[in-house]
């Protein structure tokens, strides 16, 4: 495993349990094809979103990975989000992430409103998302939140299984 700097990110006042889901609409990907559509529109039982950076960072990898191997889009609609293109989204979804589909958001908007924007050191202009992971109820309400505070971070998955029990049951 490569050796890497554990970096502390700045505090950051991002979407929290109890709050709603701000609503975008975005180009929504699945393994076939993709075109706008609202969250709002998609979000009609429990949904994890998770927040991830760009298609092909390790990360995303190994978030994917984790997705998959606790069979996280069996139980609920698992929907992704980064601010990869499309066409990037698509060929994720060719290699993982079975079940999933992925909004795309160069522009960071999303990343924004939902206060989990990370600026990339040396890359400037570009804003990516730090990885975070909500547990939707049908309404929208956030009912499990958590946000990386450090980069590289990975979210606790038996907490995020957990979560998924407890509202899916």
Do not use: C
Not at 5 to 22: K, R, Y
Not at 37 to 49: E, I, Q, W
């Amino acid at each position: 495993m490569p050796d890497f700097d554990v970096v502390s990110l700045p505090e950051t006042d991002h979407v929290s349990e109890g709050d709603a889901a701000p609503d975008f609409t975005r180009p929504l990907v699945n393994e076939e094809y993709w075109g706008d559509r609202a969250l709002d529109d998609v979000v009609s039982g429990p949904t994890l979103l998770v927040f991830h950076p760009m298609d092909g960072a390790f990360q995303a990898t190994y978030l994917y990975n984790t997705i998959d191997d606790h069979g996280w889009a069996d139980d609920l609609d698992v929907l992704g989000l980064s601010i990869s293109s499309p066409y990037a989204h698509k060929r994720l979804l060719a290699e993982r992430g079975e079940g999933v589909r992925i909004f795309s958001d160069p522009g960071a908007g999303v990343i924004e409103e939902y206060g989990v924007a990370h600026d990339i050191d040396g890359m400037t202009g570009i804003t990516e998302t730090r990885p975070a992971v909500f547990l939707l109820d049908a309404d929208r309400t956030v009912e499990y939140a958590w946000v990386a505070s450090e980069h590289p971070e990975f979210p606790d998955a038996e907490a995020i299984d957990d979560a998924i029990d407890r509202l899916v049951d």
